[in-house]
């Protein structure tokens, strides 16, 4: 259970993670203008334990996301937390991390695996599954994509993330994934669901 409180919101200030501006230009003779955000890259890791045959993935809440479960009119002011709770914003997602390390890719996958998952696995089990944009509308950031096979023996601590992080790490196996996608509404990004289905076609 998240216990979640003081929820306001104001307009952004500066920001390490994302830097807005509008872009100007004259597309088939049409002089338009377009908002985006700079954002990071990142990684992705779609993990399945072998010993148990299990798929691993974290929980987390995400403030954009419960953002837009509240309706704009009660934005305003203190959210009433008891009326919108944290489980409206917590997500189920792959494990992953952006890209702000002069590392490669792989290692900065592993790093992530290791963090938030706690287990430490070789570079050489971590294969990339695609690289995409992970968004279109208003960011321009890549997302890379890999999948890792891991044991109970690679397991050296609860992960959770570091810092000041509040990640919760689950287990589900491919039955419960297979029912969950389904859903008609599902709090997963589209990463989840198109690694998840690329795990169900290539690897059963």
């Known amino acids: 259970m998240n216990k979640l409180c ?3 919101f104001q307009p952004m200030k500066d920001s390490i993670y994302i830097k807005p501006f509008t872009m100007y230009f004259t597309l088939n003779g049409i002089k338009r203008n377009w908002d985006l955000m700079e954002v990071h890259d990142s990684v992705s890791i779609l993990i399945y334990n072998v010993t148990r045959k299990v ?4 929980k987390q809440f ?3 996301v ?11 002011g203190n959210v009433d937390v008891q009326k ?3 489980e409206l914003g917590v997500t189920i997602e792959l494990c992953a991390g952006i890209v702000d390390k002069d590392l490669p890719l792989v290692e900065i996958a592993r790093e992530e695996v290791l963090e938030e998952c706690g287990y430490d696995v070789p570079i050489s089990s971590l294969k990339k599954i695609a690289s995409y944009q992970s968004g279109v509308g208003a960011t321009s950031s890549k997302q890379i994509a890999f999948y890792c096979e891991v044991t109970d023996d690679m397991k050296i601590h609860e992960g959770g993330g570091v810092d000041d992080e509040s990640i919760e790490v689950i287990e589900m196996t491919v039955d419960q994934v297979m029912d969950y996608v389904s ?4 709090l997963s990004p589209p990463s989840f669901l ?4 690329w795990f169900l076609r290539s690897k059963l």
């Open 6 to 8: 003081d929820v306001f």
């Open 194 to 197: 198109f690694c998840v289905q």
């Open 55 to 58: 798929l691993i993935f974290v």
């Open 62 to 64: 995400r403030p954009a």
């Open 84 to 86: 919108y709770p944290a």
């Open 183 to 186: 859903k008609e509404h599902i």
């Open 66 to 76: 419960y953002y837009g479960k509240i309706p704009s009119q009660e934005r305003a």
